[in-house]
């Protein structure tokens, strides 16, 4: 079940975040390869409903500052 692998990858994930083992950037950006990997494995698509890697993209600034809200633009 590779439902269940993910969740711990997720779950292992998140603990390095919270231990501060990687930095708020680092972990938005596994965070993200891993929510992708999981959309292709699960609905077959490169890039959900369509959006491509530009419209869902979002990187934080120097202060740490983003918007994730990952709204298409319009």
């Known amino acids: ?3 269940l692998n993910y969740s711990n990858l997720l779950r292992q994930l998140v603990t390095d975040y919270l231990d501060h083992r990687m930095s708020r ?3 938005l950006a596994s965070r993200r ?3 992708d990997q999981m959309d292709r494995d699960f609905n077959g698509e490169e890039s959900p409903r369509g959006w491509s890697a530009s419209d ?3 990187f934080p600034d120097a202060a740490g500052n983003s918007d994730d809200t990952l709204v ?3």
């Open 72 to 74: 298409p633009k319009p």
């Open 56 to 58: 869902t993209a979002r």
């Open 1 to 3: 079940m590779p439902e």
């Open 33 to 35: 390869d891993l929510l």
């Open 25 to 27: 950037v680092e972990y």
